[in-house]
């Protein structure tokens, strides 16, 4: 829905058709099949109750309320409402409950919903598994997305953090610090929310400026991280039109910061919707820009786990992902897929 009008969706299974296809015309890459690692590290960062909310939500509305082929929310819990009173209840009622979970209406829930988010979980997981193997880098092509999803909720397409629980695992398998860099036209909200008071693992972005782009509300750059995490979340909002060069020297600046951080791992959250013809941006990286990105990124030289975010122009999203991926590899890191 946009502004209460129905729309096509853009979040659509051909994103990774058109990746993959343009990743296998490309000799230098394997491909890798996703091994299940279970429910403990979504729960590990996730609220468990969503992942239990999200397992049967589409059972659940189908017998309680009536079939449809996918589900939005009618109410959502505005922090407004219950301002200065108790916390709010979570209903028992299944629209309620959508409500409560979900905070915004682009993220349907389908049939396959839950099941396509377990695995984007499981693909991302096995990309780290790879490089704790002894893989340089490696790349999760994930669908759906997911740093748009805090701790508590989901939206913006994105329903389990995969960047973010590729970030906990990595900690918790004994890398003493782990950045999330995040690439995509989109603040990442739900990646910052997760790691915002942690001094262990940085966040840092490049986004469309949130005065003017989804999902507003946070992303600008006085937003540095609070407690023991501050100084450990960047935010580098990006003007309208933006060009090769300056999206490539607002990449150096953030480079430059996660250098001194010093981390064991990266973690890239790989949006290629700044690209110029992208239907949900506004700036204009062209596929050389993408090819300078993934060298500059390449040569910090650290451990890397890339996981796919968004990228919504078909025509250009498989191009794009390979410019990105063969110059990150041509720099000295051969990426699994």
């Known amino acids: 829905m946009s502004y209460g009008e129905q729309i096509a969706m853009y979040e659509v299974p051909e994103r990774a058709d058109r990746i993959a296809g343009a990743l296998r015309e490309a000799p230098a890459f394997a491909f890798t099949a996703p091994t299940e690692h279970g429910r403990a590290p979504i729960d590990d960062v996730h609220e468990p109750a969503l992942l239990d909310f999200l397992a049967d939500a589409w059972v659940r509305f189908q017998t309680e309320v009536r079939p449809l082929r996918h589900i939005f929310p009618d109410v959502m819990l505005h922090p407004a409402v219950m301002e200065g009173m108790a916390s709010p209840i979570r ?17 349907p829930l389908v049939e396959g919903t839950y099941v396509a ?30 740093h748009h999803a805090p701790r508590s909720a989901f939206g913006g397409y994105c329903y389990f953090n995969n960047a973010a629980i590729v970030a906990q695992a990595a900690r918790r398998r004994g890398r003493d610090k782990v950045v999330v860099l995040d690439v995509d036209y989109h603040h990442g909200n739900g990646t910052q ?13 490049l986004h469309g400026d949130p005065r003017r782009a989804y999902p507003y509300f946070c992303g ?114 051969s990426p699994l897929g």
Do not use: K
Not at 242 to 252: E, F, I, P, S
């Open 220 to 333: 600008a750059a006085t937003e540095v991280g609070a407690g023991a995490g501050r100084g450990t979340t960047l935010n580098l909002p990006l003007a309208s039109g933006v060009d090769d060069d300056v999206y490539v020297a607002t990449l150096h600046q953030a480079l430059e910061s996660i250098s001194a951080f010093g981390p064991d791992l990266v973690i890239v959250s790989l949006g290629l919707d700044t690209s110029a013809g992208d239907p949900l941006g506004d700036l204009a990286v062209t596929e050389d820009g993408m090819a300078r990105c993934g060298a500059a990124v390449s040569a910090l030289g650290c451990d890397t786990v890339i996981v796919q975010e968004g990228g919504y122009d078909l025509g250009t999203v498989g191009s794009d992902a390979r410019a990105w991926l063969s110059a990150f590899s041509a720099g000295g890191h």
């Open 193 to 205: 929310q997760l790691f915002w008071s942690r001094p262990d693992v940085m966040y840092a972005s």
């Open 117 to 146: 988010a377990r695995e984007a979980v499981d693909i991302a997981l096995t990309a780290l598994d790879l490089v704790d193997r002894g893989a340089a880098a490696a790349y999760g092509l994930c669908r759906p997305p997911g």
């Open 91 to 107: 209903p028992d009622d299944i629209g309620g409950q959508l409500g409560y979970w979900c905070w915004e209406t682009n993220t």
